[in-house]
T-cell receptor
Framework: DAGITQSPRHKVTETGTPVTLRCHQTENHRYMYWYRQDPGHGLRLIHYSYGVKDTDKGEVSDGYSVSRSKTEDFLLTLESATSSQTSVYFC?????????????FGPGTRLTVL | QQQVKQSPQSLIVQKGGISIINCAYENTAFDYFPWYQQFPGKGPALLIAIRPDVSEKKEGRFTISFNKSAKQFSLHIMDSQPGDSATYFCAASKAAGNKLTFGGGTRVLVKP
């Protein structure tokens, strides 16, 4: 998975609790992304980062925040989880020697909000 | 509003047959069109990509056909094999940025 790890890989939580998902890369890629995958919707961009401390919103950013204090780490936080945020979350990176177009995806985190 | 529409949602093909997946986009600013392959429990992986300056790109058994005027592109999997059974996603992005917009996905099952 191109030097990308996600933690945790599985998580079950309750409505209203905060949740943080971590993406860690060893490729020194500039760009990092968080997507959620739901049946019939493909993957939808939540937030992305174009450098340390530089982030921007994606298509479905409501209810999510991100932080990137180091090149290698990109954190996704659900401040108060809701059942609609039950999904599989994928981190992706780009910006290596193949340019920023090609994105490499991590293994995913399956989150269930009860 | 879904900017990239993908069809069909699922596809069953016999071994050796041709799998065809179609995508249509709305935003004429898109200029990069990749296809991703995803196996169960794994993240998507880039399969093949095309830019609008060419009408076709072939890599092994996988071919992208691109029709700029119709704003459509398609993936053809020739001589389909059971190992090709996976979910396939088309996507698109703009020149100035790198945010991918994905289609809804097609689950392909190749029967032996």
């Amino acid at each position: 998975d191109a030097g990308i790890t996600q933690s945790p890989r599985h998580k079950v939580t309750e409505t209203g609790t905060p949740v943080t998902l971590r993406c860690h890369q060893t490729e020194n890629h500039r760009y990092m992304y968080w997507y959620r995958q739901d049946p019939g919707h493909g993957l939808r961009l939540i937030h992305y980062s174009y450098g340390v401390k530089d982030t921007d919103k994606g298509e479905v950013s409501d209810g999510y925040s991100v932080s990137r204090s180091k090149t290698e780490d990109f954190l996704l936080t659900l401040e108060s989880a809701t059942s609609s945020q039950t999904s599989v979350y994928f981190c992706a990176i780009s910006g290596g020697n193949k340019g920023f177009s090609e994105q490499f995806f991590g293994p995913g985190t399956r989150l269930t909000v009860l | 509003q879904q900017q990239v529409k993908q069809s069909p949602q699922s596809l069953i093909v016999q071994k050796g047959g041709i799998s065809i997946i179609n995508c249509a986009y709305e935003n004429t600013a898109f200029d990069y069109f990749p296809w991703y392959q995803q196996f169960p429990g794994k993240g998507p992986a880039l399969l093949i990509a095309i830019r609008p300056d060419v009408s076709e790109k072939k890599e092994g058994r996988f071919t992208i056909s691109f029709n700029k005027s119709a704003k459509q592109f398609s993936l053809h999997i020739m001589d389909s094999q059971p190992g090709d059974s996976a979910t396939y996603f088309c996507a698109a992005s703009k020149a100035a940025g790198n945010k991918l917009t994905f289609g809804g996905g097609t689950r392909v099952l190749v029967k032996p």
